[in-house]
RNA sequence: GGCGGCUUGGCGGAAUUGGUAGACGCGCUCGACUCAAAAUCGAGUUCUAACGAGUGUGGGUUCGAGUCCCACAGCCGCUACCA
């Protein structure tokens, strides 16, 4: 293959500019406390999601949102702000330890060559990063802080009075025994059914398991000894304190579905002939009356001791297959609806009525009480249940006129239900929760979905718990010990048993006072729960930053990452960050003021990129081929920030034939392929106003669109602008270097270098952006628009600030208007001044 | 099933408060340059021979609707028996 001839030198300059800016450190970012650091300056924190630094390399989709937030960075310091704007990497985790295995090498040496790929991968991008800030989570000085703000995490509980976390000291201040504080810390252990993946090694957090699954590992329910972090303490605040946030609509709704609130009450029904009672919850207790029998989620612990003996062999049958079941056959909606009655009665509180008990797995025990109380007439599954097993059906709410009362599941009007009758569902319910406190049955109850946050793993890749057991209770360690660094094993592979890894390091594990390590280790969230925290001030060895840095950079001005972690972590970040905050480590309450989601880009075939599918596209090719700039503006050219969109290569050579076009309008290319200033380009005051007019309306595009994350819009602004300089006979020098600056942020290289070639002083990186003249913009002449019965019938160049009678004078005068209004009466005319006026006729 | 997003030329996509639909780019056509081609520069390009029609479909509001309202359809994403 021959080398294709390049439009202009980019694989001369790219690289050159780029060893420019890491030498004379173009954005490093003084802070406070540095030396430059100007406390008057705005500042403006921009950030990326870092990368989890696969074997793979970066994918197109990184420099999406890569750019998005470079050419942001970039703008803001040319308007004078102080710009936060980091990189780093997401270096723990499960999939860096399987790659190290499949590959036979230590992650951590992995890791390392990983991290080295990505580095030269961003740097060819020519991003605007200041390095000196760069970090990684497996770093020790990052570790260290990483177990430090667990062990904050441990320290506290959450206060229900005031609503936040504080210090566990205070409870034993007040006299609290340590086996009560270990009940409330906000991290806690406990034997819970969790999700356990034999061939991966480690259990999984509820949100991660759809995920490996997807990737061809097995999960299995089963219960284990876990460290849990108490999330859900803080689910109504992870609700409210969304309302300030400028974050997609949709963003903050998955959040809040995720979390899962809802109303309702608690209604305990007595069994019979036992003293249990079974407790439900339900967001209809308007609908007692209609509550015809009862259902125990299969792993209900009340079911061994109320099964009656007859019932016994059946139930136990039923039990087991529902534990052998994968949570994927049980989510199967096409299947039947199965279950067994267990020869229990319960009575229902309000009527006395007996009602059968039975157990089935619709009714799953993570969620509510794990028990329910069945109204066939007006829930859907309830009603399938019911008929299927011939359950009685009674109707308590009334639907209206027309409306089928049996499976009818909205707000309507109660029936046969005594004290409820004729009241509107939303009065009946909180008549019925009124009832039931009064008399001691029940009460109002609200309840979340979101569980706690299942934070331990047994694998080898993560950081380790700051914890030690003594007689069998856990124990922080000291401050001073941390980092604490997983002991260095030959085999860290699963070996398909929950024993985590750590454990085989007997003298890691067995310190010399006889107390034993925790031997489980973080999940990879961990890492990324504070990234941005320590990006302000990474080298800080006393603290995980200083209280002065925190204060002036946070909170984070603009977030951009992919969707995939609306709930994961975005949620942990911001659980993290409310609970540093209680505690007066943090001065915000947020970490992520505005987030926006960068659109998923596919393949050239509309497909989602995929090795199977052959259409995955590498940056590294498209860089070797059309340069670093091409790429960066191709992707900001595609389309709208946040839509997915498919990627075009004719597309990338449309943008890199523009770059060119920006090239020649500065420079001619000589017979030997060495290049001069062009002659057009001349020092002198624009006399063109037409061209200065484009100028400027470009200066007042291309920022107010940048602003707007419109980069698109932007972009062809500044081509429409080159087409102006291209056809001009003269190109003025200071029109022609604003128009530099412009387009800098996207392809800083070509800027600089034409800057530089065409004797350019300084660079255009630390230039202020350039202010465009109101005046430049207004034309003498506007083309009116004349519409007749509202359809476009004539256009009419006129003076800019020609009235009503003018244009309406103009109008009626032109030959084809008056063939439209011909044998008819002008009953109305619309005039927008400077625009079009509407000629309504009949 | 639920929730969210999307639907504009051959393609990616533009269109302020409702006010010229199709900016800009790709592709294509023609011309200039060239022995020729590539590259480049210039002209054209929604459909239709034309009248006209036209922003997924059907209705509505309005002088005027891609934009607002109602109903429906299709595609994509997330979620899934949450009581």
């Not at 997401?90 to 499949?102: H, M, R, T, V």
């Not at 480590?585 to 992520?592: D, I, K, L």
């Amino acid at each position: 293959m021959s080398e294709t001839r390049k439009p202009f030198p980019f694989h001369e300059f790219e690289p050159a500019w780029q060893a420019r800016w890491d030498a004379e450190k173009t954005f490093r970012t003084p802070g406070p406390g540095d030396e430059g650091f100007d406390p008057a300056k705005p500042k403006y924190y921009v950030l990326d999601m870092f990368p989890y630094p696969s074997g793979a390399g970066l994918h197109v989709g990184h420099p999406e949102g890569y750019t998005a937030t470079d050419i942001i960075g970039r703008y803001k310091r040319m308007n004078g702000f102080n710009v936060l704007h980091p990189m780093g990497y997401d270096s723990f985790g499960l999939p860096a330890e399987q790659y190290a295995i499949k590959t036979g090498q230590h992650p951590a040496v992995t890791t390392a060559e990983n991290i080295e790929t990505f580095r030269r991968q961003l740097k060819a991008l020519g991003f605007g990063y200041d390095w000196d800030r760069e970090i990684a989570t497996t770093d020790p000085g990052y570790v260290r802080w990483t177990q430090w703000i667990f062990l904050q995490i441990y320290q506290s509980y959450f206060c229900g009075e005031t609503n936040r976390a504080r210090p566990v000291s205070e409870l034993e201040a007040k006299g609290w025994t340590r086996e009560e504080i270990d009940n409330v810390r906000l991290a806690y252990v406990a034997d819970t059914p969790v999700w356990w993946s034999p061939d991966l090694g480690t259990v999984l957090a509820n949100e991660e398991v759809e995920e490996w699954k997807a990737k061809g590992h097995t999960v299995e329910r089963r219960p284990l000894r876990q460290w849990m972090l108490r999330i859900t303490k803080y689910a109504q605040r992870l609700i409210d304190e969304l309302d300030g946030l400028d974050w997609p609509e949709g963003i903050k709704l998955l959040q809040k579905n995720w979390i899962g609130r809802s109303e309702g009450a608690t209604v305990r029904f007595q069994i019979s002939n036992f003293e249990s009672q079974i407790e439900v919850f339900t967001t209809r207790p308007d609908t007692l009356f209609g509550a015809t029998y009862m259902v125990l989620a299969p792993e209900h612990p009340l079911v061994e001791r109320i099964t009656t003996e007859d019932r016994m062999a059946e139930v136990e049958a039923y039990r087991k297959t529902c534990a052998t079941k994968s949570d994927l056959d049980r989510g199967d909606l096409n299947k039947d609806k199965t279950g067994v009655f267990i020869g229990a009665h319960a009575v229902n509180p309000v009527n006395g009525a007996e009602i059968p008990i039975w157990i089935a797995d619709y009714v799953m025990m993570g969620y509510g009480t794990g028990a329910i109380m069945a109204v066939p007439a007006h829930d859907e599954r309830d009603f399938e249940f019911a008929t299927k097993f011939e359950l009685p059906i009674v109707q308590v709410v009334q639907p209206g006129e027309d409306v089928d009362w049996r499976g009818f599941t909205d707000y309507g009007t109660a029936v046969n239900s005594d004290f409820l009758d004729g009241l509107p569902t939303s009065e009946a319910k909180a008549k019925m929760i009124g009832w039931l406190e009064a008399n001691g049955k029940g009460k109002g109850r609200i309840q979340y979905k979101l569980r706690d946050w299942l934070f331990s793993r047994q694998r080898y890749w993560g950081e380790p718990f700051p914890i030690v057991w003594k007689d069998g209770r856990h124990e922080a360690i000291p401050e001073g010990e941390l980092p604490l660094l997983a002991p260095p094993l030959e085999d860290y592979k699963p070996s398909g048993s929950p024993e985590p890894i750590l454990s085989k390091a007997k003298d890691w594990v067995e310190l010399p006072d006889g107390s034993l390590r925790e031997t489980n280790t973080m999940p990879q969230w961990a890492g990324s729960c504070w990234y941005y925290l320590r990006y302000c001030d990474p080298m800080n060895e006393e603290r995980f930053v200083s209280k002065e840095a925190e204060k002036y950079w946070q909170n984070v001005n603009l977030y951009v990452g992919g969707t995939e972690h609306a709930v994961l972590h975005l949620l942990y970040a911001r659980f993290w960050h409310k609970v540093l905050f209680d505690l007066g480590h943090v001065s915000t309450r947020e970490p992520f003021q505005k987030l926006v989601n960068q659109g998923l880009i596919l393949g050239e075939d509309g497909q989602k990129m995929s090795k199977s599918r052959g259409n995955v596209v590498n940056p590294d090719d498209v860089i070797r081929e059309y340069g670093a700039d091409a790429l960066r503006l191709y992707e900001m050219f595609m389309g709208p920030l946040e839509q997915v969109k498919p990627w075009q290569m004719k597309g990338v050579e449309g943008v890199s034939r523009f770059l060119a076009r920006v090239w020649r309008v500065a420079l001619d290319e000589g017979a030997d392929g060495s290049y001069a200033i062009s002659p057009k380009l001349r020092d002198e005051p624009c006399a063109d106003a037409e061209l200065r007019r484009v100028v400027h309306e470009t200066i007042k595009k291309v920022g107010e669109d940048i602003e707007k994350l419109s980069f698109n819009t932007a972009i062809s602004q500044m081509m429409i602008c080159t087409n102006a300089f291209t056809q001009a006979q003269v190109v003025p020098r200071g029109e022609f270097v604003d128009f530099l600056k412009l387009l800098n942020p996207f392809a800083p290289h070509l800027t600089e270098e034409i800057h530089a070639r065409v004797g350019g002083e300084g660079m255009l990186s630390e230039m202020a952006w350039p202010d465009y003249d109101p005046a430049a913009l207004v034309r003498n002449e506007i083309e009116f628009i004349i519409q007749v019965n509202g359809k476009l019938r004539e256009r009419l160049k006129l003076g800019r600030d020609s009235g009503e009678e003018e244009v309406k004078a103009a109008a009626l005068a032109s030959a084809k208007v008056a063939e439209f209004i011909e044998g008819k009466t002008i009953r109305k005319i619309v005039f927008v001044p400077g625009k079009l006026m509407n000629l309504v006729a009949n």
